[in-house]
Structure formats: structure tokens, C-alpha cells
Nanobody, 125 residues
Framework: QVQLVESGGGLVQAGGSLRLSCAASGRTDSAYLMGWFRQAPGKEREFVAAISRGGSITDYADSVKGRFTISRENAKNTVYLQMDSLKLEDTAVYYC??????????????????WGQGTQVTVSS
């Protein structure tokens, strides 16, 4: 079992930056694929980014490509999401997720076993 705790959310003006962190504990050696998802009010949870343990797989939703960067420090059991050039539509609760082993469907929330509690990101004009 792996426990995930997100941090780093907050209020930021449009065009600004935030860095989210996801700290993992427990059987972290089993956490192969890590992802970030977000959910805005009244909307379904959507894929934001994913990264494999060694970084050979990194993927982004089209809506965040070129603005967000996912990374991980395995020695610290931490995954990051650097968010730049934030837009109003990036406002959502951001969730960290993880799974053991590979899945080709890494954009689907159902593929992930472990979830954090979420951190709120609010972008203002």
C-alpha cells in the first residue's frame, strides 16, 4: 500500500506559477507510474500528466502541454508538477495518483490504485 499526500496548492494570478508536490510513503518501491489529475466543480476528473519510475514515460494533456512539467525524485519518494503560465481554466482540485506496474491507459483515472486527498489550485484574473 502507498499513501500519497499533495501540497503546494493555493491562489495565484493568471500567468503565474505554482509547484505541486506529492509525497509518497509506504511501499514506495512498488509505485511505478505516477500521475496528476484535476477536477473542477461540476466536471469529471481529468488527466493532467503522468511519469514512469525512470522517467522513460512522460505524458501531458493537450491543455497543459508546454506549460506544465511533471518530474519525480525517487530518492525522496516525491513527484512534482511545475505549473507555469497558469490560466483561469486551470482552477481545480489537483490529485496525485499512483499504480504499480505499467499500463498503456495511463490517462485513465481507473488505472490508478492510490490517490491523495487533493490540493486546491485557484487561478484569479
Amino acid at each position: 500500500q502507498v499513501q500519497l499526500v499533495e501540497s503546494g496548492g493555493g491562489l495565484v494570478q493568471a500567468g503565474g506559477s505554482l509547484r505541486l508536490s506529492c509525497a509518497a510513503s509506504g511501499r514506495t518501491d512498488s509505485a511505478y507510474l505516477m500521475g496528476w489529475f484535476r477536477q473542477a466543480p461540476g466536471k469529471e476528473r481529468e488527466f493532467v500528466a503522468a511519469i514512469s519510475r525512470g522517467g522513460s514515460i512522460t505524458d501531458y494533456a493537450d491543455s497543459v502541454k508546454g506549460r506544465f512539467t511533471i518530474s519525480r525524485e525517487n530518492a525522496k519518494n516525491t513527484v512534482y508538477l511545475q505549473m507555469d503560465s497558469l490560466k483561469l481554466e486551470d482552477t481545480a482540485v489537483y490529485y496525485c495518483a499512483g499504480r504499480s506496474g505499467y499500463s498503456s491507459k495511463w490517462t485513465g483515472p481507473d488505472e490508478y490504485y492510490w490517490w491523495g486527498q487533493g490540493t486546491q489550485v485557484t487561478v484569479s484574473s
